[in-house]
């Protein structure tokens, strides 16, 4: 296969083969994405809510839920913000403007957070004390364990609170986005405290404020030992329960607990900026001071209190959420890892990822590589081939240069300490590190800066793209010459992330890959474009158009009375253009069967337009995060792996990479993923032409859960590995 520079644009121009104009209105051809993505969310809720799934997974589920909903606040209802506060007035692909969308979002959410928290306490803490396992409040605590619980207090908690006051002397302090606070209504007692302040501190009714945020530098449960199992108690109620001694000489009135929702969407002038890395510090420091976009309160809060903050934080009523029960779920992850070890038999049966059959040893890497190409899949299979490959490259005397892209890695990344030690021990090290990596952003800074003390050439990243490449290469001084040893992957070199990852790695020696590999290298280094590739199909200069003539091809191959298919696997499909012509396709007859993990703005199943288009989501243990591209190409079946989904931003405005599986091995493996995924019956939800989704019913049909047959396969065709914890 070869791209050659502009090819792909004349490829792409195929809106002659079908006319879309007219077939169906713009508002139902396309589901709004945010809407889309709060329906996959809503899809882990209901795996929280699956009573199939063992009861800590459930729990984990939900801590996932309520996590993605944080974020989806903080990055895409705030730039609906942003656009508001603008006057921007454009629809999107749906037909909504930003309002409505607005408007959408806030009933969707809100009765997703009310399942959420009726999951939580109608469902989740009766089944854990069933199995000794008990989350008090502090009001349930006989006399024996409310003393343990006021004795941390007093030892632990209380030295590190700092209740804050709101006088004329004391303004209103910054509340940090996403921390737990206890606010404090008190009416003076002492004539000693009044002295302190002016008699213009107290409001009409003669009372203060005060706040204090829930610390987090301790664990958000006090755990008690129990004689007949295991209890905990939230420690914001023991917090409460113990206020009155914060505020000696004072009464207090009432108290609630409270947490704001601010905009962390980083913008960043880029074209402005004289110094990037300078630029994103800044741009991160600056998100405590984020526009506060959402406030969520305790149920019970005095309306005293409620008026005051919301006066003080310039909160509308309609950015209000009350909940009843603790607020912010995220911290049953942190529950779920402490009771993991404890009760295996409330978890997933344990997978360890396997080391894959073709690695016999690592001896030398370098040679099994060169002998053919090597296909991993995680996190059925070890991410160690991974690291092995850099730390061979590391030390191996024959290695004369590594280059590599990093958006996220863990941290305490493996890969950037061999990085580090191959650049000391005088070969060539260029890494592309992604500063703009969204909450990665102050972990990069900090590896990009170790990498440069250690004499790394680091580039950050491009102005006005995001890399999001996942490439490595290696070049080695052999008998025969230079030769290139390449890994590619469609997920990140971040070793944590890869046990709970699915995503799919090739190790290669090819030579055409190897001169793309450092052509395109070159490309992000420096100015040069190549005339062609000979395997690579980067974005986003050449990858959209080129998916486009693929779907082209298919709709000629139909209408020429040959077979026509075309398999996709993402984490989310948006981009109009792709969505156009894949309709076009399905309207000429090509079968199209579409894996998408997240957000999909395609509408299936509607007549004259969709018919031959189905959409999956699997949801289970792993995250689907591996993108896969399959053309049927008249049986020559075209086969490719990628950093990108059908996404704008991947599409237009990252630096992505679509290369080719053309080792007959590899390519078995990657269509047996794909098969099995589109055999499930047990973790796959099926898009309804209306947007909503339903899981199949599996009467009469035989039970599939994918991710579990992919464990079974990996587990008997290889052999474990240790892996660093």
Known sequence: MTTKKGKGKKQGKATGIIDNAGIIADSNRYFNRELSWLEFNDRVLLESRDTKNPLLERLKFLSITASNLDEFFIVRVASLRDLLSIDYDEQDISGLSVSEQLEKIDEKTRASMALMYSTYTRSLIPSLRSHGISIFDYEELSEKYRNMADQYFKTTLYPILTPMAVDSSRPFPLIYNRQLNLCVLVENLSPATSKVTNGDDYDRNGFRFATLQIPAVVPRLFEIKMSDGIGFVPIEQIIRANIQSLFNGSNVLSTAYYRVM??????????????LLKEIEEGVRMRRWGEIIRLEVS??????????????????????????????????????????????????????????????????????????????????????????????????????????????VSSESPIIEYLAQAAMNGKQVMTIVELKARFDEENNINWAKKLENAGCHVIYGLVGLKTHSKITLVVRNEDDGIRRYLHL??????????????????FTASEPFGIDASEFFNMLSGFSEPPEWRRFVPAPQWLKNFFLSK?????????????????????????????DRLYDASRAGVKIELIVRGICCLRPGVAGMSENISVCSITGRFLEHSRIYYFYNEGAEDLYLSSADWMPRNLDRRIELLFPVEDLDCRARVMEILRIELEDTVRSHWLNEDGTYHKLDLRGKTKLDSQAELIRIASATTVEVEEEE
């Open 262 to 275: 601010r905009n962390a969407d980083l913008d960043i002038d880029e074209d402005e900026a004289e110094d």
């Open 299 to 408: 149920e019970d809060m005095d309306p005293r209190l409620l008026k005051y903050i919301t006066e003080s934080l310039s909160i509308e009523a309609k950015d209000i959420f009350c909940f009843s029960g603790s607020i912010d779920l995220t911290f049953l992850m942190k529950l779920y890892l402490r009771l993991a070890p404890d009760f295996p038999a409330l978890c997933d049966p344990y997978h360890k990822p396997q080391k894959a059959g073709m690695f016999s040893g690592y001896e030398n890497i370098f040679d099994q590589i060169r002998q053919k190409d090597l296909l991993v899949h995680h996190p059925y299979e070890s991410f160690e081939p991974v690291v092995e490959f850099v730390r061979q490259a590391a030390s191996d005397p024959q290695v004369l240069a590594i280059k590599q892209t990093l958006y996220r």
């Open 489 to 506: 992957a469609t997920g990140n070199y971040n070793n944590i992330t890869a046990k709970i990852y699915t995503d799919v790695g090739l």
């Open 551 to 579: 779907i082209d091809r298919e709709i000629r191959n139909v209408r020429d009375g040959k077979k026509a298919h075309i398999i996709a696997k993402m984490n989310a499909l948006v981009d109009a253009k792709i969505i």
